[in-house]
């Protein structure tokens, strides 16, 4: 099976501009969360959608938006960047609630914003 | 809210000695334990899930125990090796009538020296 996929692996952008990422689950898998990784904070949990619902978020303001696709792949957008935005976002896919099911990880994508 | 810590947050190790990494969590109301390796500048790789219900957990070299009542996990790796270097993350699902949520501690950055 193929695993988790996020496209783009890198990107720059500057600020006040948006983004948008994907994920591609592993098939079979409806469950995608999405992890904020930085230096300075870790691993911080941003939201999980399961079954194209947002089923559980975190503590990040409005511009960190989500969405999930009827074939589970999900995009997170971020819309005017900040510097502190800069960081690995990671998805990671469970065949079911993450909080129930071991998660899988994908390759993350890496943000600079200048 | 459930906080998680990884002591200690770095550590050196020759060839051979055994590893022991610790994973210690505030809120006993959990559904499960996840470890997880990561390599620098890449995602995360699952290595071993404790269910509540279970006290350890093994896969090959890897060893993990879990006490719920005094909140902590230990991930012990047997005979180190090189390619064992890597950060090591613990990550908690936390039982929440809102859902269940995963909250990560902050790593032990291991090096396994020749």
């Known amino acids: 099976k193929a695993g988790v996929t996020q496209t783009p692996r890198y990107l720059i952008k500057t600020r006040g501009q948006q983004v948008t990422l994907s994920c591609s689950p592993i098939?079979?898998?409806?469950?995608v969360s999405w992890y904020q990784q930085t230096p300075g904070q870790g691993l911080q949990f941003l939201f999980e959608y399961f079954s194209e619902t947002q089923r559980n978020k975190g503590n990040f303001p409005g511009r960190f938006s989500g969405r999930q696709f009827s074939n589970s792949r999900s995009e997170m957008n971020v819309s005017t960047l900040e510097l502190g935005d800069s960081a690995l976002y990671l998805c990671?896919?469970?065949?079911?609630?993450?909080?129930?099911?071991?998660?899988?990880f994908g390759p993350g994508t890496r943000l600079t914003v200048l | 809210k459930q906080e998680v810590t990884q002591i200690p947050a770095a550590l050196s190790v020759p060839e051979g000695e055994n590893l022991v990494l610790n994973c210690s969590f505030t809120d006993s109301a959990i559904y499960n334990l996840q470890w997880f390796r990561q390599d620098p500048g890449k995602g995360l790789t699952s290595l071993l899930l404790?269910?509540?219900?279970?006290r350890e957990q093994t896969s090959g070299r890897l060893n993990a125990s879990l006490d719920k009542s005094s909140g902590r996990s230990t991930l012990y790796i047997a005979a180190s090796q090189p390619g064992d270097s890597a950060t090591y993350l613990c990550a908690v699902s936390t039982i929440k009538a809102a859902g269940n949520k995963l909250t990560f501690g902050g790593g032990t950055r291991v090096l396994v020296k020749p």
């Open positions: 990671a896919s469970s065949p079911g609630l993450a909080g129930l099911n071991e998660q899988f």
């Open positions: 404790i269910q509540s219900s279970q």
């Open positions: 098939s079979g898998h409806r469950s």
